[in-house]
């Protein structure tokens, strides 16, 4: 960067603002069966996560959206309320807003702008189609976006700057079975979703994350009831079937989430069913192929979080 002496032109500044000093990009983990916990990372390292704050009620199985600036984690099991939180190294949490219904297992995913929320079930179960959207740099209550092409709980998401992803779940009124038709949407429009394609695997409760050009999905529950490492990906800007990038590294996992710097992708932990399974975070490199590896311990040995960052591949 330039070094300026005497007064300072801020439009020349600005004009320089790629030379600025940016903060380490972080990845954020919240709730997760009955937590309230708020845990953060460094993607530059591989020593797990420490402890960001709280959220103001324990949300488990909730969804989290982020910007550049700010997190807003939305509902949970028994939640219908958001609450947003700055992305650093700590902050204060506040009220967002209040859901449009109560729910968990759902979708989270959206750009710098917007985000949006897709899918889940309120315990009953009642489960829903709707998706709604939220405007992240403001405050206020969700908004209708649209419907999924079938009402399914259990799903995960992933987006590029412009396109969400929404991957799989399990359908209503067919317990144990699971899908793995992957839904679109245009994050800018309101609308219903548009078939994508097919993930290799049927699958509920898995993971996603991406860059701005690929999506990733991994992990996840199968219609024999076991647990998946398959990682698939995806080329967000097009439609199609999935692509085989690899395994994850932890021993059948499920009820995980994803977030990415754009260039790294990090899965939380969750339910193992293997006796003396670890309980780490997986890493993946997104725009390369290959199985994941050890990223570090959590802070906070729960399954079920939310993920977000930002700096993922919503962002650009």
Known sequence: MPNYNGVWSLSTQYQNRTDWPQPP???????????NVIEFMFFASTGGSSDYGDLHVA???????????????????????MDFFPIGQGGTVADFGDTSVERKELAGFGNTTRGIFAGGQVTGPTYYDVMDYITIASTGNATDFGNLAAVTIGNSSAAST??????????????????NVVEYVTIGSAGNTTDFGDMSVKRGYSAGLSSNTRALVAGGRTESNTQTLTIDYFTTASTGNATDFGDLNNDGTYRNDGTSNGIKGVFSPASHSAVG???????????????????????????????????HGGIG
């Open 162 to 179: 412009t396109r969400g992803l929404i991957f799989g779940g399990q359908p209503s009124g067919a317990v144990g079975a699971r899908t």
């Open 25 to 35: 990009a972080v990845a954020l983990f919240a709730g997760g069966q009955n937590s």
């Open 59 to 81: 949300g488990s199985q909730m969804a989290m959206v982020g910007s550049t600036t700010r997190a807003v984690a939305y509902g949970g099991e028994d939640v219908t309320r």
């Open 277 to 311: 399974s670890s309980y780490t975070y997986d890493t993946v490199t997104i725009a390369t192929t290959g199985n994941a590896t050890d990223f570090g311990s959590p802070a906070d040995n729960k399954y079920g979080k939310a993920a977000t960052s930002g700096s």
